[in-house]
């Protein structure tokens, strides 16, 4: 995996959030279609750039554009 696919998985996550509704992980891979390690790699990448915010809830994490 480079850096370019991650770029282009961080914008498949971003679209999914876009609407404004907070997803968790299972939401987010259900929606993108990502493998666990691009998912992790695509949250990375968002939230280096302070694009989203990840929330503990219920043992899940909860992930939202800022």
Not at 11 to 34: D, H, I, P, Q, S
Not at 44 to 49: A, M, N, T
């Amino acid at each position: 995996m480079d850096r370019e696919e991650i770029g282009l998985n961080a914008g498949l996550v971003w679209n999914a959030l876009n609407g404004g509704e907070k997803l968790t992980l299972k939401g987010l891979k259900k929606v993108t279609k990502l493998k666990d390690k691009e998912l992790y790699a695509a949250l990375g990448w968002l939230s280096r750039e302070d694009k989203i915010s990840i929330e503990e809830t219920e043992g899940d994490l909860l992930i939202g554009l800022i």
